[in-house]
């Protein structure tokens, strides 16, 4: 079975400042899709970044890039320049390829920026 | 180009009551995925949809169902609800059904189970 831990229940940053986020996960599959999903209190979830299982560059995404190491299994979000809208839960998740639309999420990391 | 819109946006049943919710995709996308959103669960799969055919379905019991019309459209259906099934219900679209394909989330549906 597929699982994915982000171990940080809670966070917070101050505005301006770099903030990174963990997330783990286990597969045995090979062929995969890494995900980071934002959650502001509005509850629309929208994607921050993904990352294809076989590229070894790291994506980013303007402020947004992750550190994924394969082997590792890891999978973290850094986020700099932190602003008072980048205030949500962020949830990690990963899809396996081939096997349909059905998202893997971690339990959340809810980051607050303060001013 | 619209978004992915799930009505109702919030809804209130009592026990034993069944509930539907509506999701239309986004233009031109056939995959629809339905996912149960409660603090206690996080973020679960429920069912996904490809051309008016269930292709996964996750781990829930069989009064969660769904299905899916020929302009994509999508229902989902819970029957004999039961307080714990209060939660937001998320639905996905994308273009197609492979991991590559980017899903975009509507706003959900809050249902509460009194």
């Known amino acids: 079975a597929q699982t994915v831990t982000q171990s940080q229940p809670e966070m917070s940053v101050q505005e301006a400042e770099t903030v990174t986020l963990s997330c783990t996960y286990d597969t045995s599959e090979s062929n995969y899709y890494l995900f980071w999903y934002k959650q502001p209190p509005s509850r629309q979830m929208i994607l921050v970044i993904r990352?294809?299982?076989?590229?070894?560059q790291n994506a980013t995404e303007n402020r947004f890039s992750v550190n994924f190491q394969k082997a590792a299994k890891s999978f973290s979000l850094k986020i700099s320049d932190s602003q008072l809208g980048d205030t949500a839960m962020y949830f990690c998740a990963f899809i396996l390829d081939n096997y349909g639309q059905n998202f893997v999420f971690g339990p959340g990391t809810r980051l607050s920026v303060l001013p | 180009k619209a978004g992915v819109t799930q009505t109702p946006r919030y809804l209130i049943k009592t026990r034993g009551q069944q509930v539907t919710l509506s999701c239309s995709p986004i233009s031109g996308h056939r995959s629809v995925s339905w996912y149960q959103q409660t603090p206690g669960q996080g973020l679960q799969f429920l069912f996904e949809y490809f051309s008016e055919t269930q292709r996964n379905k996750g781990n829930f019991p069989g009064r969660f169902s769904g299905r899916q019309f020929s302009n994509s459209r999508s229902e989902m259906n819970v029957s004999t609800l039961e307080l714990g099934d209060s939660a937001l219900y998320l639905c996905?679209?994308?273009?197609?059904?492979?991991?590559?394909?980017?899903?975009?989330f509507g706003p959900g549906t809050r249902l509460t189970v009194l």
């Open positions: 996905a679209s994308s273009q197609g059904t492979s991991g590559n394909n980017e899903q975009f």
């Open positions: 990352q294809e299982a076989y590229k070894q």
